[in-house]
């Protein structure tokens, strides 16, 4: 699943391994490269369960960027970014440290796609809970979808909009 | 003197992030105000007095940049520091801000030692890091 030419992709790419470095300290491998096949990853955890939170890309361009994983893995970077926290984390602040993290994504997405020549604006998460991938709906038909391995489960980023040609 | 900060942030998770950060940078002693959006540090801000306000940018009802225009028009918060924490910030939306009367503009994810550089600058070495 290399980006090649694609210059949307590459920076999708970036953005992603950028802020799960940065904020998680974990390493990301595209599925079928590096990481094990998809079904194999799957079978060693399954996605019974998905959590999933969405930005929307406000300006210039128009869409939006979606972060899809698993609860096991919304819980493990959780704790990961907010160790210091002294209870059990609660679906609700699951789903908020999985928004934060897309939002960040989306940031560094922008930053790198536009190569910090001009300023965009990104809009208010919305976020939710899915039984599986089929049924996210990240408002629109993907241009980028990008499948990771993260810690051996599976991590999808989904990208739909105008304006982001590659 | 930093005694009590005023974050505003609609994640939860995030105002935790930067409360921690703040704690870490070495003003672990601080009082911590939150809002999830402008509107509702503006409300805070009439009850309560703070030495900064630490404001993300892209939160529901007042964005933080609406919440910094309102705050540099009125004389009682003119010269607050106001730090902007985005995830949106590049060379020129910083200028915008900037222009707009941010005293910093910090990037997520953020970290302490960041934190703690820009807390420096506007108040001063602390004896707690």
Known sequence: MGCDQNRRCAALSSALSQSLETLAFVEIMPLGEDAPPE??????????EVFWASIPLVRPASGGLTVVLSRELAAMLTDQIYGFLEEEPTESMLLDAVAELANVISGQFMNNF??????FELGVPFKGTSSKDSNVDPGGTAIERLDYAVEGHKLTVLLVGDGLEA | MLQRVLIVD??????????????????????????SNGKEALTLLGNEQVDLVLTDLNMPEMDGEQLLNVLRKDDKYSNLPLVVITSAGNAPKEEQL???GATAILAKPISPAVMATTLESIFGATDGM
């Open chain 2, 98 to 100: 900037r222009q707009t």
């Open chain 2, 10 to 35: 609609d994640s939860t998770m995030a105002r935790m992030l930067i409360r921690r950060c703040v704690e870490i940078a070495g003003w672990p002693d601080v009082t911590f105000h939150e809002a």
């Open chain 1, 114 to 119: 536009l190569e910090g020549s001009s300023s």
């Open chain 1, 39 to 48: 079904a194999e990853l799957i079978e060693l955890h399954p996605r019974n």
